[in-house]
């Protein structure tokens, strides 16, 4: 009797630790790897792909990758999603002075870093994709660790009351490599009153 009781808590112990090593560090290594996979593809296609890559010519030879904060999964996020039922124009002023129309979809809300935070999701009136929403967004790390105009999370539609936002994908616009680009200005209403240290880091231009 005493052997069975003393497997059962055995076994019981064992699937604790397997459960925290799967909740904690095991998953975030997990997780930890895909992004880096993810993000060697991206330098691959920055320094070889002459149809993508942002990069003129003559600065890809020595380009040995972009910058990145370390992966954390505690930066994705699940939000709740309060949709705009009343359509909100927004022409978003860019890089070289242009304005590029936007619909305020719906407020993503989501707690980071202890904080409860919104951000606007919208939709692009010049180029629809089908089932991705436009996630600008500036916070306090920008100019410091991160491009001064602020960054990119690209997001999916998802059931309609929650996205998923991965700020460890967060990443700059074009025009943080190459000028010629016109990039959108993330809005005042999605500046975030934190030091978000996740994703991409500035492009230092040699």
Known sequence: MNKVIYGIIALVL?????????????????????????????????????????????????????????ADIAYKVEAD?????EDSLLNMVTT????????????????????????TVY???????????????????????????????????GNGTTLTIDFNKAYNPYCAYNETYSCPIPPQENHLPIQLLAGEKEYKKE
């Open 123 to 157: 939709k692009s009136m010049d180029r629809l994709t089908k089932g991705m929403l436009f996630l600008p967004f500036t916070d306090q790390s920008n100019t410091k660790e991160t491009y001064g105009a602020g960054r990119y999370v690209e997001v999916k539609s």
């Open 81 to 85: 999603l309060e949709v705009l039922n």
């Open 14 to 70: 064992i699937g604790t630790f397997v459960y925290t090593f799967s909740e904690t560090g095991g998953s975030n290594d997990i997780y930890a790897q895909e992004i880096a996979k993810e993000r060697a593809q991206k330098d691959k296609d920055f320094k070889e792909n002459d149809r993508i890559s942002p990069l003129p010519p003559e600065k890809r030879a020595n380009f040995s990758g972009l910058s990145y904060f370390a």
């Open 96 to 119: 070289t002075g242009e304005k590029q129309k936007y619909v305020r979809y719906a407020y993503a809300h989501f707690t980071l870093q202890n904080q409860k935070l919104r951000l």
